[in-house]
């Protein structure tokens, strides 16, 4: 029988870490938290070691993901969030509405899987893929009847005078034929 800890503090201790009681607290909220952010790290961590300071914990996420056992994700206009799930080049599909972040496998399965159509001489070593749109629970919840065509507005533009003379150039006529 083990405790759950014992695996994060084999990983530390693989990862060249000094084990201490923030980090294994801080690794295991990961863990758990899915991709929590630094608040929620700290939240479930707190609890386990006593008093950590959230700069406590930054700095623990810090060793963490220098170590390679936490991987930093920070998908645009969202929080910083962490993983445990590292070295795998999964990428998340992540709700624009609720923010919820799921995993997906790379469809390639190695990084990068994606070929840009002009590398300009990179050593190209990943692709950060992220797919946004909605979580099923928030497009059930949104209304998503279309706009209506709105039959009172006005109609377009005038359409172009189909009766005016198509100013085509003629075939070319610069071959003179010179009868001697
Ligand atoms: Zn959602
Ligand atoms: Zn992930």
Not at 77 to 100: K, M, Q
Request: proline share 9%.
């Amino acid at each position: 029988m083990s405790a759950p800890e014992s695996i994060d503090l084999k990983d530390l201790r693989a990862a060249g870490l000094r084990v201490t009681a923030p980090r294994l607290a801080v690794l295991g909220a990961v863990r758990e938290g899915g991709h929590p952010t630094v608040e929620e790290i700290a939240l479930i961590a707190r609890p386990r070691v006593g008093a950590v300071s959230t700069q406590a914990v930054y700095d623990v996420l810090h060793a963490l993901t220098g170590a390679g056992i936490v991987r930093r994700i920070e998908p645009a206009g969202s929080a910083v969030r962490f993983e445990s799930r590292v070295g795998d080049n999964h990428h998340h599909l992540i709700c624009r509405s609720c923010a919820t972040v799921i995993d997906v496998d790379c469809a390639v399965g190695h990084a990068p899987c994606l070929v840009p159509s002009a590398d300009s001489g990179f050593t190209i070593d990943e692709a950060e893929v992220v797919y946004w749109g909605l979580c099923p629970a928030c497009a059930s919840t949104i209304d998503t009847a279309p706009v209506n065509p709105s039959p009172g507005s006005k109609p377009g533009p005038p359409r172009v005078n189909p009766n005016v003379e198509q100013d085509e150039p003629r075939a070319r006529q610069k071959e003179e034929t010179a009868d001697d």
